[in-house]
Structure formats: C-alpha cells, structure tokens
C-alpha cells in the first residue's frame, strides 16, 4: 500500500470546459500503484471541476451557456464586485459543482463510464493557469 | 489494508430519486475490512448521487420537481437536442449534483446521519439500468 | 498505513457559512499520519459543505443571498412544508452543494490552495450544532 502525487497545470482560455482526462490516464499509466483511488483536488474558488459527457462538444457549450444563464454576470444582487463582473458568478458556479472529485482505479485506469471525461470548469473570463492535484492511493 | 470493489446495478424508471442504501450496506457487510472508505461513483453523465432525507417521500418528490423546474426540458438555450428533450437538462442536473460520493466507514457501517440515505437521482424520462460502482479501502 | 478519525460539532445560528478550516488543520497537525487523504462529511441533509474563498467576507455573504433567492422559502412548488418554511430549501441547498469533500494531505497540511477555505453551510433558520465527521487515510 503506497501513494502518489502529482499536479496537472492546466490553461485555460475563458469560460468553459477543459478536458484533461487524457493527462490523467497517462498519468496513472506511469505508475506503480495498479489498484486504489484516484482524488482530483481543483486549488482554486473560480474554476471547479465536473465529469461529463466527452462525445458531443455542444454538450460542454450548453452546460456553459445554462451557467452563465442561471449565475449572470452584473447582478444586483452582488456586495463583491471588486474583483470584476465575473468573479462573485464563479465562486457560485464552483460552489454548484465539485472542488474535488475520486475515481477508483483498477489496472492502473479509471473505473469511468463509456461516455465519462474529467472537465476543469473555467468560470472566469480571462486566460488562467490552474492547479490540479492528483492523488492516488492503493497497492 | 487492503482494498475492495463491487458494481451495483440500479434499475430506475423515469426521473427520481432511487435509494440504494440497504444494498450498500449489506455488501459493507459481508466484507473483511471493517474500517475505511467507502467511494460511491456513477458510470454515466445523465444520473447522479445525492445523500437526502430518508424520512419523507415527499422530500425526494420535491427535490426532483425543483429540478425539473430549475433545468426545464425544451429549453431554447440548448444546442444539443438531438437525443431527445430530457438529454441535455440530464447533464446539467448531473453536474449540479454529484457523480461521486465518499463515506467513512466504522465497524463495517457508513458514518451515515440519523436520517441520511444514499440516492441515485435519475434524470432520463425511459427506463435504464444504471452502475454504480462501489471501492471500499481500509482494514 | 493507517488511519484516523475525529467528529467536529459546528454550532451555528442560521443560514450562511461558517469557517472550520483551522479545527481541521489543528487535527491534521496532532496525527501521527503525515501523507494521505483527508474526507470531511457532514452528517446531515440541512447543512452542507462548500469550499470557497476566506479573504472577502463579502463572498460568503454573496453566496448565501444567492442561493436564498434560488431555492426561495415559501415555494408553492414544495409538498413537504410540515418542518417548516426553510425546510424542503434546505434539502434542495445541500443537494445542490457538498455532503463531502476529500482533500489530499502533504507534511499533515491538507493541499488547499492560497485563498481556499473549508465551511460548513447551514441552510436552516434556527440554531443547530452541525457533526462532521472528519477520516485520515495514509502512512
């Protein structure tokens, strides 16, 4: 029984989905470990992560456009609105979906589903670096 | 420590919440390890996991009608149309909740709350057989 | 290998976040275990867990006043109104946000980023004391 670390930087371009299933995979290729649990830990308050459908791109667009409809920018309701129009609508957007996300893992791959990919959600406007930790414990 | 692993399969019919409470806690159960966690997780991106009350049915029916509102079907927003009117609200129901869940394990029982049940929240109008797979790690 | 567990009480006294980040990290830095995964569940399906921002209060304040117009109280749609007014939004709250999080641990400091906070949501009205159950896996 053993762990491992690592962590993925990840750009991004604006808001949306970014995968970053294949990284991962080749990740856990490389290592010892063949059988465990895979935990995916987003450092940061303005992106989140989800798992979602990798075949239909204009699934990753509705998902954004149906976020950026619900949590809309310039509202009236926000006190912080220092940081620019898009930062309170990102916390809420990453409080609704996942800061950290585990996998089991057998034979050195994700147990995920056909359809399934891992997506860092981007919910502020600018181009960002984001920091994903992997880590993964089993024998 | 050591590690263990099983796939539940859940028959829903229609939108819902699906409890799956007793099947995990009777594989918990039967296994050696009595001390660990325990990691709930979905194989697909159009059903979910949420831990709700277990007391009332009508929490459950409420939960599903708020959804169903809040991410409503036929809605013009949406590009991706092409696998029926309930696909597309699916994956944004899926992504507002959770495809993954862990709990702690004690003497063989989830740390679960007094009134806490585990779900699978359903969110296509057909009948599906949906996996959800289990890994327990501990001692 | 080994593993460690503790269960905080949170009080609280109404809707909004309240930081237990630094109860956490005290127990991390008591265990004996230095590398690992930490879980964090509440056991209840009234409060919930997020992880967000602890510079500007503002945030949380933002936060709790968006998801009280989101999931408001007194919603006709709701069948399950016999706990009360805040009740069945309370459900909805916590399904849209975290009953758990795991969070890698490295030298027993969890890797959270530099504006990453950990918070117990309460979504009831009154006075509660919130349990969290808090497991360390690792060596």
Redesign the interface.
Known sequence: ???A?TTLEIPTRGKGLYEFTRATTQWLAAQALT???L?V?????SASL????NA?P??R???D??FA???PENDP????T?EGPDD?PA??R???????????V?NRRM??????GLYLFEHRSSSHRR?V?L?L???
Chains 1, 2, 3 share one sequence.
């Open positions: 029984m053993t762990q670390f059988t465990g649990l935990t830990f987003v450092q940061h308050t989800v798992i979602q459908e239909d204009d699934v667009r509705d998902l456009a149906f409809r619900l949590v309701l926000y006190i912080h220092m309170m916390h809420v990453s409080a609704l979906t996942q800061t950290q996300l585990s996998i089991p057998v147990t995920l589903g056909t359809w399934q920091n930790v880590h414990i089993g024998e």
